[in-house]
Nanobody, 125 residues
Framework: QLQLVESGGGLVQPGGSLRLACEGA????????VGWFRQAPGKEREGVSS????????VYAESVKGRFTITRDNAKKTVYLQMNVLKPEDTAVYYC??????????????????WGQGTQVIVSS
């Protein structure tokens, strides 16, 4: 059974940092591209960042460029999202998602068949 589990969310003040983790279980080998998405109350889900299966390619939404960094540790089957200089508008439930086949990174949610349950991030003073 393929499974993704996110962790690391929480409450942080504006300007602070959080690191989210997405651990995969049951995925075959390392040919898995992973994306991070978020959904704020009353808004549609949006792509935040994505990383290729080997980690050599990444993409970011314009709203997080320069503040967020996506990395992966394939030995641990874990993808991380380091979030710095957080803003109140970053408040959302953050989801990680995976697609098989060694694909390129993408912020298109319909390309990802596997999703985690989400972790809440609240940026507030």
């Amino acid at each position: 059974q393929l499974q993704l589990v996110e962790s690391g969310g929480g409450l942080v003040q504006p300007g602070g940092s959080l690191r989210l983790a997405c651990e995969g279980a049951g995925f075959p080998g390392e040919s898995v591209a992973v994306g991070w998405f978020r959904q704020a109350p009353g808004k549609e889900r949006e792509g935040v960042s994505s990383i290729s299966s080997g980690g050599g390619r990444t993409v970011y939404a314009e709203s997080v460029k320069g503040r967020f960094t996506i990395t992966r540790d394939n030995a641990k089957k874990t993808v991380y999202l380091q979030m710095n200089v957080l803003k109140p508008e970053d408040t959302a439930v953050y989801y990680c998602a995976a697609k098989l086949g060694g694909g390129l990174p993408s912020l298109q949610s319909n390309e990802y068949p596997y999703w985690g349950q989400g972790t809440q991030v609240i940026v507030s003073s």
